[in-house]
C-alpha cells in the first residue's frame, strides 16, 4: 500500500503561485518505482490530467493547458514530488489530485494509488 498526502495549496490572485507538494509513504515503498502525476477536478467537470514525470524524473508531461506555466518534478530521496504553478488563473481553481502507479505497460493511473487531495482556489 502506498499513502499519498498532498499540501500546499490555498487561496492566491489571478496571475498567482503555488507549490503542491506530494509526500508518499509506505511499509515498502520504493519511490523511484512509480510514475507520478499531478490530477485536477474543478466542481461540476470531470477530473483531468494536469501533468506526470517519469520514474526516475526524466521526462514530463503536461496537459496543453498548463505548458509553460506549470513544472513538475520529484525527489525520490525524500519520496516526494512536486507541483509548481505559475501565472494561475481563476479557471485553474480545483481539488488537485497526487497519484502515482507503477512504472510498466501493466499499470495505469486507474490501478494506481490517489491522494485526498489539496484544494486551489485562483481569485480573479
Known amino acids: 500500500q502506498v499513502q499519498l498526502v498532498e499540501s500546499g495549496g490555498g487561496l492566491v490572485q489571478d496571475g498567482g503561485s503555488l507549490r503542491l507538494s506530494c509526500a508518499a509513504s509506505?511499509?515498502?515503498?520504493?519511490?523511484?518505482?512509480?510514475?507520478m502525476g499531478w490530477f485536477r477536478q474543478a466542481p461540476g467537470k470531470e477530473r483531468e490530467f494536469v501533468a506526470a514525470i517519469s520514474p526516475n524524473g526524466n521526462r514530463t508531461y503536461y496537459a496543453d493547458s498548463v505548458k509553460g506555466r506549470f513544472t513538475i518534478s520529484r525527489d525520490n530521496s525524500k519520496n516526494t514530488g512536486y507541483l509548481q504553478m505559475n501565472g494561475l488563473k481563476p479557471e485553474n481553481t480545483a481539488v488537485y489530485y497526487c497519484a502515482v502507479h507503477l512504472a510498466g505497460s501493466h499499470y495505469d493511473w486507474d490501478t494506481g494509488y490517489w491522494g485526498q487531495g489539496t484544494q486551489v482556489t485562483v481569485s480573479s
Open positions: 509506505g511499509h515498502t515503498l520504493t519511490l523511484s518505482s512509480y510514475v
